[in-house]
C-alpha cells in the first residue's frame, strides 16, 4: 500500500536562521517573506571568471562577510521585481539550503540587501508545501528592526525638506 499521507509541515516564525552547508556558511538570520515569490541572498560582488559565476557573499558591515570568492558553474540571470516595483536584472543560483531542520536545495537571487536588516529573503520558493508561517514566532533582531526604522524615519524627513 502506498502512503498517501501528505508530510506534515513545520511551523516556523517570520524570521529563523538558515545555513547553506555546501559554502559553510551557518546560522544566517533570515527574513520569512509570503509575500515573495524567489528567495534572495546578499551579495557584495558578482563577476563572470572564465565562464563561472564568482560571488562574494554578504557585505563588509555583516557579521558573516569574509571576502571569499564563491565559483558557481550553473547560474542564470533574468528579470527580478523588488518590492517596491522596480524591475533588476540579477543573477540567479541554486544552493542547498537548511530552514527548519530541513534541507532543500532552491534557487537565490543574487541581490545587494546592504540597507536590508535581513541579508537573506526566503520566499514561496521555499516555503510551498513545507512550511507554514506564524508571525508570532521566530528569532527577530529587534533592536536591528528599530534601528533601521529610525534610519528610515529620519531619512524620510530629511528627503521632505
Known amino acids: 500500500m502506498i502512503n498517501s499521507e501528505k508530510p506534515e509541515k513545520k511551523i516556523i516564525g517570520r524570521v529563523e536562521t538558515v545555513s547553506f552547508p555546501e559554502l559553510g556558511i551557518d546560522n544566517v538570520h533570515a ?6 515569490r524567489t528567495s534572495a541572498i546578499s551579495v557584495s560582488h558578482t563577476e563572470l571568471e572564465n565562464g563561472k559565476l564568482a560571488v562574494i ?44 531542520g530541513k534541507k532543500i ?18 520566499g514561496r520558493n521555499i516555503l510551498r508545501g513545507k512550511f507554514i508561517v506564524d508571525v ?16 528610515l524615519q529620519q531619512q524620510i524627513k530629511r528627503d521632505s525638506l
Not at 31 to 36: F, K, M, N, P, Q
Not at 62 to 67: F, I, L, P, R, S
Not at 111 to 121: E, F, H, K, N, V
Open 136 to 151: 508570532k514566532l521566530g528569532m527577530p533582531l529587534k533592536a536591528e528592526e528599530k534601528r533601521r526604522s529610525n534610519e
Open 105 to 122: 536545495r532552491a534557487r537565490f537571487t543574487l541581490a545587494d540587501r546592504s540597507m536590508q536588516t535581513y541579508p537573506i529573503l526566503i
Open 31 to 36: 527574513r520569512i517573506d509570503t509575500g515573495a
Open 57 to 100: 557573499f554578504f557585505d563588509k558591515n555583516n557579521a558573516q562577510y569574509t571576502g571569499k570568492k564563491y565559483y558557481f558553474d550553473d547560474f542564470s540571470h533574468g528579470m527580478v521585481a523588488s518590492s517596491n516595483g522596480q524591475a533588476e536584472l540579477r543573477y540567479k543560483i541554486r544552493m542547498l539550503t537548511t530552514l527548519g
